[in-house]
């Protein structure tokens, strides 16, 4: 079968031993709007925050993000078929700065695992990505910690993460945003940091 997405230069390209390849992609809003919207308005991705959302308003919000210096939108795709959404930004930037001590060389992650095809459950699969997304952010991008904040209620997130090395930090209550171009409500997180020493010891 042929890559769709073979033509997209990749920001990140690994082979993870056991799964497949990895590849990190710039997001493009427009091509990559159905499959994302598929993705956050089912009910399991309700605490990423689009449930209720058409396609268009998705692909909006993915085309104000582009045009945005501090915060990056990826589409990862395992062996050509999309398997996450990856988010990154300058936790300075976001409104998680103001409920902890920002350390030069952090930086936040947002990470939606596509949903099990009709195979089920996929064993490594969450460890698999996530393993090339931090080789992106630690050693591509080189950067010092990555912090995450999952909702509370998010406890499969939360265990997902603290499995993958990451040191829980304190709750926080996020602040609502809300301006023109963005609206995003209150959120109770659980902050966790995964630092580049952990990840890659040695």
């Known amino acids: 079968m042929s890559d769709p997405y073979a033509d997209r230069t990749a920001v990140h390209e690994q ?3 056991g799964f497949g ?3 990190v992609l710039p997001l493009d809003a427009g091509a ?9 308005s089912a009910e399991r991705a309700v605490f990423w925050g689009m449930n209720g959302l058409g396609r268009d308003q998705v692909e909006e919000i ?4 582009d045009t945005l210096d501090t ?38 992650v947002h990470l939606l695992i596509a949903p099990a095809g009709a195979d089920g459950a996929r064993p490594g699969w969450s460890a698999a990505l996530l393993a090339a997304v931090a080789s992106y952010v630690l050693r591509v991008l ?6 995450v904040d999952p909702d509370v209620r998010n406890e499969k997130a ?17 602040p609502e945003i809300d301006v023109p171009d963005v609206h ?4 109770h997180a659980q902050l966790a940091f995964l630092r580049r020493e952990v990840a890659f010891p040695g």
């Open 32 to 40: 990559d709007a159905p499959v994302l919207h598929t993705w956050v």
């Open 158 to 174: 939360v265990a997902r993460f603290l499995r993958q090395g990451f040191e829980a930090g304190p709750v926080v209550v996020l």
């Open 62 to 65: 993915y085309r104000h993000m």
């Open 21 to 23: 390849t990895v590849r």
């Open 15 to 17: 082979h993870v031993d």
């Open 184 to 187: 995003l409500p209150e959120k």
């Open 71 to 108: 915060h990056h939108a990826f589409l990862v795709v395992k062996d050509g078929v999309p398997a996450a959404l990856l988010q990154t930004y300058e936790p300075a930037a976001d409104r998680v700065g103001g409920c902890y001590a920002v350390r030069e060389g952090d930086i936040g």
């Open 142 to 147: 080189d950067r010092r910690r990555v912090v």
